[in-house]
């Protein structure tokens, strides 16, 4: 890469440079360099940071303005399709089994992407956040098969969403609405979305100036979370019920 940008140190636990000194072009992008070990992407995370790069590419940090978040209180569903929830026997639940969602997330064609970033170096590091207790997914199931889905990070009152799929017409939308719900009562307000697209402003995405989102991630990180297993915590919703 051509760019000039700083090279972040060995040291997992080292700071990144301030997010407000991201590239304007490309968007966000920060720094390079690295691991994708616990401790640097907790720290990442936590300073409203993420990686995002491709098999042969260095590992590249981003901080793009705006952001794109959904307020949990805020998440849009079509009538068509809480038509289609309320008549669906699907169930929805978390952690029952992380590498399978994140695979699909990785592996499923995607319209106008050709590839993914989630490369196999990505899957194993969320993999190991998720045995620690700091990386979570979200599971839709019609019996025992997975129809849709979504993961990310939980840290303190904040859920930083990494990536979604769907098997069927509205999966990905139902385990959002389910994400979102569940958040509602826990109290916990904002999910970040990272970057936005068409699909996800008609599901009531918002764009939030860096500096406002920010500041909402160090309040929200720096207070009690829900870290471990979601498998109980999490619970069993119908589709449903979600309307």
């Given amino acids: 890469m051509s760019l000039r940008l700083p090279l972040l140190d060995a040291d997992p636990e080292a700071p990144f440079p301030p997010a407000d000194s991201a590239l304007r072009e490309p ?73 399978a969602v994140v695979s699909a997330c990785a592996t499923l064609p995607r319209p106008g992407q050709d590839g993914t970033w989630i490369t196999q170096a990505m899957q194993v590091a969320y993999g190991e956040l998720h045995r620690l207790g700091h990386a979570h997914s979200i599971e839709v199931r019609a019996g025992d098969r997975l129809v849709g889905g979504l993961y990310g990070v939980a840290i303190g009152r904040m859920f930083f969403g990494e990536s ?23 109290g916990w307000p904002l999910l970040d979305a990272q970057v936005g697209n068409p699909h996800l402003d008609t599901l009531g995405a918002e764009a939030w100036p860096r500096p406002r989102f920010l500041a909402s991630v160090a309040a929200l990180c720096a207070q009690p979370g829900k870290p471990g297993s979601w498998v109980e915590t999490f619970g069993t919703l119908p589709v449903s019920t979600l309307d």
């Fill in 164 to 186: 979604m799929f769907s098997v069927e017409s509205g999966g990905s939308k139902a385990a959002l609405a389910a994400l979102a719900f569940r958040m509602r009562e826990w």
């Fill in 27 to 99: 968007d966000g992008l920060l720094a390079m360099g690295g691991d994708l070990s616990p401790p640097r992407l907790l720290n990442a995370y936590a300073h409203g940071i993420f990686p995002w790069f491709s098999d042969g590419q260095p590992i590249l940090w981003w901080s793009p303005d705006p952001r794109t978040v959904f307020r949990s209180d805020c998440v849009h569903l079509s009538t068509r399709m809480r038509r289609e929830l309320r008549r669906s026997e699907w169930q929805i639940g978390a952690d029952r089994d992380f590498d």
